[in-house]
């Protein structure tokens, strides 16, 4: 049984179909690169998997599960983490305070213990801390640890997001665009990372990346996409060698 | 300039961030618990004041500054506190059980309102709370048999541990009372942003969208610091109905809503200190104005003119100064423990665009 | 006959309601801010105009008078976003809300300072006196009000909708960093909106003024114009004409129907159920944040 499954979802806005009878499966432990043109489809999976948006039609099954009995404040429970694609960091927040917002799904204490601060709460605390003290050391982010996120460059914004993500410690982590923006250098770093998320961390990825050479670097299967509908499924190689995808990229008459 | 070693995680969670930070504050609650002891009955009094707005500043902070839900209403919910108050205490249970008693009932009223409130956004949740300051004046009229009415309700001397505690008769005891009642509240507070749960209201605060991918309830968090808000903004209603020793429809208006909004935004969104800087600016400022005017040699009172100075001091503030007094008063802090290193720009504010959540 | 005479009374009202909700709205639409001072605004107007015709102070004819002081408070609103709202750009809603707030607080000082606190009737010929139609007394001045807020109404919905202009404006609102890539002049573009409403709330004010006396608090009228915009749908225009004409029908059925003391609550308690089914207006253009 594959970690996620989705079959034949569909979405449509209005009388536009933004995702069209698309099935694929991710399986533990491999990274799964979503590619496709502006427009594809792609960040709607994204969302219909983290239940921002209600499928027209289509199961979606994460670890046996049926994603649909739950709302989207669920999804972080079950063990999904994501990123956004324009980023949505808590700006008038530190670092420190954004990773730890991460740990929310692992909350165990009450309202009255946490006004009280009793001492679970503190026990808890320590705990969660040292979970995000992990992650901090993992993505190089000590130099950040209490600076506001308002301030921040961009690149450093993108890694932060990636840690409030990992800080949950997720099963499958939904990456929307981790290289858009970034430097030649941060994209290097980021594909590195993604390497050892799944090796050392053993988080299943799947992302949505337009950047072929990261795409080619870091991910097992890649699936392309192009008006919401299947276009080719394989490992990268065998989709950046099909005339159908080529013909999507490039406009027909280029093959 | 002061550093701070960070050894251990407990730097980040304990109370104090080091000893003079506690030193500071150790002082602080000294001078405080010393006030009726320096002070005359007429500043003490003032200073009570000061306090009282300051618990209601920390319970509308908690909604507006941390979470992000501007609430012009809780005027009505400093009026449920102090009805549901005075109704129990005439009804022969103890301040003790009553007091606490105020506090839940309004906390309950709050989390019940918010219920609908939760799925109003902005500009939206800042009208229906208008509606409700102003519904709050003609639901105390219509409930008369209870309420009192246009007439309205005393409060009483109570009895505390055995002694009695006025606001005329014995105004230390009374300020003691709000001192320990304000350092209470403080505590919740400062208790609730260093755990999961505060953290949850600044990212619902922050983005909407995030925290729910986070897995953070968005009307559970909401409705919590409703709840909250409300319960520490109806322990104020109580105190200020003892304060003013009498209550009626008129006592708790929207002007007061307003006030106390305005009180939070110049003294800064978001921070504890800001409560307690933006209650001494309004319980001072009629003084202020009183003093002034009388050495300029004005006899006759000029309505509104309170409104217009507190409204003016806003307006610079939002201008010159959006993170209010408290703002200020870092920035001040941070030129000094820098001093001769602190450049202009430091501080610049980023610039940002607003993109909006609508359609068409 | 009765019922009739309650419904243009009730129109009349509620076309005033219905420009301060225009002036909100026009706003609303062009700076995603909603303008709290706006029935200050409209007070101010009023007192402005009556300013310049009351023999007691300059003694212009209203006909002189009435342009000039709508001018004056476009100049104001125009001035106001210069000064001030312009350097809130990009701010919280919170802010803007309880900034036009406190402008609201400092509008009403400095009309009472100047004309006094007590009610004052303007000199104005539209409050012509009353004629019988059909057993029905129809006050001029009512009449008056309804007609020119129809024809403001539709004179300024054509110009949203139609104009180069006016779609500017919308634009602006709707993705601030966008519209200034578009080449859209945002900051001016908002000025000019404040400009506009502010002329609005001018005319406003005159109307109101031509009904009956008006003093510092008449401002406060501004509240009921927030439940006819809330009802009407912050983004629509008709829509606030709508909502306020609503509002405005209302109050004199409650308060001929219903039990003294329930009756002024009526409006609130609409705009509290319209806001708990439907949070974000009847014409609701929000939608859930694209990620």
Not at chain 1, 174 to 191: F, Y
Not at chain 3, 258 to 286: D, N, T, W
């Amino acid at each position: 049984m594959s970690l996620l499954e989705i079959k034949n979802a569909t979405l449509k806005f209005g009388g536009v179909v933004a995702v069209n009878d698309l099935s694929f499966n991710v399986e533990e432990g491999e990274v799964y690169a979503i590619v496709g043109p502006n427009g594809a489809g792609k960040s709607t999976v994204f969302n219909l998997i983290s239940r921002f948006y209600d499928p027209f039609a289509g199961s979606f099954t994460f670890d046996g599960r049926n994603l649909l009995d739950f709302k989207a404040d669920g999804i972080a429970d079950l063990g999904i983490a994501r990123t956004f694609q324009n980023i949505e960091l808590f700006e008038h927040a530190t670092v420190l305070q954004n990773l730890l917002v991460g740990r929310h799904r692992h909350r165990r204490t009450t309202l009255i213990e946490e006004m009280l601060f009793t001492r679970r709460v503190r026990r808890e605390e320590y705990k969660h801390r040292a979970a995000v003290e992990e992650v901090i050391d993992f993505l190089d982010l000590q130099p950040y640890r209490d600076k506001m996120i308002a301030g921040l460059p961009y690149g450093v914004r993108k890694v932060v997001e990636l840690g409030r993500a990992l800080s949950s410690n997720p099963r499958l982590l939904l990456l929307d665009e981790p290289a858009s923006g970034l430097s030649v250098e941060e994209t290097q770093d980021m594909r590195w990372w993604i390497d050892d998320i799944r090796k050392q961390m053993g988080i299943t990825v799947l992302m949505v990346e337009h950047d072929m050479g990261l795409v080619s670097a870091v991910s097992d299967r890649v699936l392309a996409l192009a008006d919401g509908a299947k276009l080719a499924e394989g490992t990268p190689g065998e989709v950046q060698s099909n005339p159908a995808v080529i013909e999507a990229y490039l406009g027909a008459g280029a093959v | 300039m002061r550093i701070q070693f960070k050894t251990s995680y407990a730097h980040d969670i304990r109370l104090f961030a080091d000893r003079w930070t506690f030193g500071v504050y150790a002082v602080l609650l000294i001078i405080a618990f010393a006030l009726p002891f320096i002070l005359g009955v007429f500043y003490l009094g003032e200073v009570t004041n000061v306090l009282i707005w300051a618990i209601a500043g920390l319970g509308l902070m908690l909604l507006t500054g941390q979470t992000g839900q501007a609430s012009l209403g809780h005027a009505a919910f400093l009026a449920v506190g102090a009805y549901s108050g005075a109704i129990l205490m005439e009804s022969g249970v103890p301040f003790i059980l009553a007091f606490p008693a105020a506090g839940i009932i309004t906390g309950v009223v709050g989390t019940l309102i918010a219920i609908p409130a939760i799925r109003m956004h902005g500009v939206y949740l800042a009208i229906a709370t208008i509606a409700l300051s102003i519904l709050a004046d003609d639901i105390i009229v219509l409930t008369e048999h209870w309420t009192g009415g246009v007439s309205g309700k005393f409060f009483m001397p109570v009895e505390l541990f055995g002694f009695e505690i006025d606001r005329w008769g014995t105004p230390f005891k009374f300020y003691y009372l709000v001192l320990v009642v304000a350092i209470i509240c403080t505590l919740f507070y400062r208790n609730l942003l260093r755990s999961p749960l505060g953290r949850a209201m600044a990212a619902v605060r922050d983005s909407e969208v995030s925290a729910t991918a986070m897995g953070v309830h968005i009307a559970y968090t909401k409705a919590i610091a409703f709840g909250v808000s409300c319960a520490i903004t109806g322990l104020a209603g109580v105190l200020m109905g003892m304060f003013a020793g009498i209550i009626n429809n008129e006592t708790f208006s929207i002007v007061i809503s307003i006030s106390l909004l305005m009180m939070i935004v110049i003294g800064g969104l978001g921070s504890i200190h800001g409560a307690f800087f933006g209650a001494i600016v309004i319980a001072f400022l009629p003084q202020a104005i009183s003093i002034t005017t009388k050495a300029s040699g004005l006899t006759v009172a000029i309505p509104g003119l309170e409104q217009a100075i507190f409204a003016t001091i806003l307006v610079l503030f939002i201008l010159f100064e959006p993170m209010g007094i408290y703002g200020r008063w870092m920035k001040i802090r941070i030129w000094f423990e820098l001093f001769p290193f602190a450049r202009k720009d430091m501080f610049r504010r980023q610039k940002s665009y607003l993109k909006t959540e609508r359609l068409r | 006959m009765d019922v009739l005479q309650l419904l243009v009374s009730g129109l009349a009202n509620g076309c005033v309601y219905g420009l301060i909700a225009l002036g909100f709205v026009l706003i609303y639409k062009a700076t995603e801010a909603v303008n709290f001072a706006q029935g200050d605004f409209m007070m101010f107007g009023a007192f402005v105009t009556l300013g310049l015709t009351n023999a007691q102070y300059i003694g212009l004819p209203f006909w002189l008078a009435a342009p000039i002081a709508i001018g004056i408070m476009a100049l104001l609103g125009y001035l106001l976003d210069f000064f001030i709202l312009r350097h809130l750009f990009g701010q919280s809603q919170v802010a803007i809300v309880i900034l036009t707030i406190a402008l609201g607080f400092v509008i009403r000082f400095i009309a009472g300072a100047i004309w006094g606190h007590l009610p004052v009737t303007l000199e104005s010929p539209l409050a012509l006196g009353d004629i019988w139609v059909g057993g029905v007394v129809l006050g001029l001045a009512d009449v008056a009000v309804i007609v020119v807020t129809v024809m403001l109404t539709y004179f300024l919905y054509v110009f949203f909708q139609k104009t180069k202009i006016g779609l500017a404006m919308q634009a602006a609102s709707q993705n601030q960093m966008a519209a200034y890539y578009m080449g859209i002049p945002v900051r001016r573009v908002q000025g000019l909106v404040w400009g506009l409403s502010g002329a609005v709330a001018a005319v406003a004010g005159i109307l109101f003024a031509s009904k009956g006396a008006i003093d510092p608090n008449a401002g406060l009228l501004g509240i009921k114009a927030f439940a006819a915009a809330v009802i009407g749908g912050f983004g629509s225009l008709p829509g606030a004409l709508a909502g306020g004409l609503i509002v405005g029908v209302i109050e004199p059925f409650a308060s001929r129907y219903m039990a003294a003391g329930y009756s002024q609550i009526a409006p609130y308690a609409l705009l509290l159920f319209v806001l708990v089914f439907r949070p974000h207006g009847l014409f609701s253009q929000v939608r859930t944040k694209k990620v």
